[in-house]
């Protein structure tokens, strides 16, 4: 009897190569073949996070989501949780092939800009914290990936910060991006008065109050871009 991998454990080993593979270029940024070993890495993490996911689509007793807790805070059962979904899988290999197209483009677009390797590296760990944001599985490790795209956003929006126009799309992101901080950091509050967890299936599984719906609403309206 041949017994296959559980999708969630292959999910968690990929995720943890792929972030390996896109720290090493990181560490190795003074190499004159920079922009090869980043659009490589990209490249690897891309392919290898399509296994998980063929394996769960495949699997018809697949669990909706497997948590991991790495470590807790003590205070409040506050921990760093990881989740894996269906939403989770699906999502990181659109994300490692955006960047991975955002990375061929640039090689060529930005081949006469002398800060062409900054750019890259703001771009992989825009796609480090986008990674932490999706496979967070409570609201304390999605903050930290939450925060991170929004300053990474900030940064790559207005790389051309003297035209105006980047400068202010810029600035756009930032004020959207507090405003979002804010309805976060209240229901992040609501639940640590009101509720036993911040993980994510149990606040899913809760009755939501208004006040909790009204921060969730707005922090979601302001990182998804509604305004124009």
């Not at 190795?28 to 392919?47: D, E, I």
């Not at 697949?62 to 989770?88: E, H, M, P, V």
């Not at 960047?99 to 062409?116: C, R």
């Amino acid at each position: 009897m041949r017994i296959m991998p559980r999708p969630d454990t292959v999910a968690l080993v990929t995720t943890i190569i792929s972030i390996v593979l896109i720290l090493n270029p990181l560490f190795n940024s003074q190499t004159n073949n920079f922009h090869l070993l980043a659009k490589n890495a990209v490249k690897m993490a891309f392919f290898i996070s399509l296994v998980p996911l063929f394996l769960f689509l495949s699997d018809d007793n697949a669990a909706s989501s497997a948590n991991t807790a790495w470590f807790g805070l003590g205070a409040f059962n506050l921990s760093f949780t990881t989740q894996f979904d269906l939403y989770a899988l699906l999502f990181l290999p659109v994300a490692f092939l955006v960047t991975w197209s955002i990375l061929e483009f640039s090689t060529w677009y930005m081949q006469t800009d002398p800060n062409i390797d900054q750019f890259f590296k703001y771009l992989l760990i825009f796609l480090l914290a986008m990674i932490t944001l999706v496979c967070s599985g409570n609201l304390l490790l999605l903050f930290l990936g939450w925060e991170g795209v929004g300053i990474m956003s900030f940064l790559l929006i207005g790389w051309y910060n003297a035209r105006s126009d980047a400068a202010t799309a810029a600035l756009q992101a930032v004020l959207y991006n507090r405003t979002g901080d804010i309805g976060f950091l209240l229901a992040f509050c609501w639940l640590m008065m009101n509720a036993q967890s911040v993980d994510l299936p149990y606040i899913l599984s809760m009755f939501p109050s208004t006040l909790l719906l009204i921060g969730f609403i707005t922090a979601a309206a302001s990182k998804s871009a509604q305004f124009g």
